[in-house]
């Protein structure tokens, strides 16, 4: 299996609070991603990195912010938490955006209440 | 924006039947994944289709993509219930990896 954890795996939040959610590689992968799942949206980019303090937006990406300080770690906050952001969060890391196969951590199910 | 669409979004069918879903677009992609994802899991790599008209074979699997490199299929033959799963087609678009909404199979004993 590759080596990419994401942490919490599970957490449940009040509206208006900080998150951060973390995902770490072993890997060496340069590409990191940052997807939520919904039911009836499928997979869903909200911002992905080329490279250590080089990320862009994707599709979803109001309401979140990320950082990669370092090639393992790529971290998806979001400022103040909403209802609208209860999803499955899944990290994804491949070796370019072009055709190489992406692996996927086994994600984070976020509840904001 | 590049799409990805997926068809059919739900499959049911009974233990020994074959079925095609397809993935389709608009815009030309460099190349197509297929990607199985079980409840609780995150996607997994079944195939990537790179050469226009290539056919691929894994198993009982078959993933075919088109001249135009704009569409792909995948065709089971004989399912298994083993095979029940969400499938997504994903592909490169601009620095990013975009996926389908996919298509939830569900094969009944």
């Known amino acids: 299996d590759a080596g990419i954890t994401q942490s919490p795996r599970h957490k449940v939040t009040e509206t208006g609070t900080p998150v951060t959610l973390r995902c770490h590689q072993t890997e060496n992968h340069r590409y990191m991603y940052w997807y939520r799942q919904d039911p009836g949206h499928g997979l869903r980019l909200i911002h992905y990195?080329?490279?250590?303090?080089?990320?862009d937006k994707g599709e979803v990406s109001d309401g979140y912010s990320v950082s990669r300080s370092k090639t393992e770690d790529f971290l998806l906050t979001l400022e103040s938490a909403t209802s609208s952001q209860t999803s499955v969060y899944f990290c994804a890391i491949s070796w370019d955006s072009r055709g190489t196969e992406a692996f996927f951590g086994q994600g984070t199910r976020l509840t904001v209440v | 924006t590049q799409l990805l669409e997926q068809s059919p979004q739900f499959l049911s069918i009974q233990e020994g039947e074959n079925l095609t879903v397809y993935c389709n677009s608009s815009s030309v992609f460099s190349s197509l994944q297929w990607y199985r994802q079980e409840p609780g899991e995150g996607p997994v790599l079944l195939v990537t289709?790179?050469?226009?008209?290539e056919v691929k074979k894994l198993k009982r699997l078959t993933f075919q993509f088109g001249d135009a490199r704009k569409d792909s299929s995948l065709h089971i033959t004989a399912a298994q219930p083993g095979d029940t799963g969400l499938y997504l087609c994903?592909?490169?678009?601009?620095?990013?990896?975009?996926f389908g909404k996919g298509t939830k199979l569900s094969v009944k004993p």
């Open positions: 990195s080329y490279g250590v303090k080089d990320t």
């Open positions: 289709v790179v050469t226009g008209g």
């Open positions: 994903a592909g490169g678009s601009q620095g990013n990896l975009i």
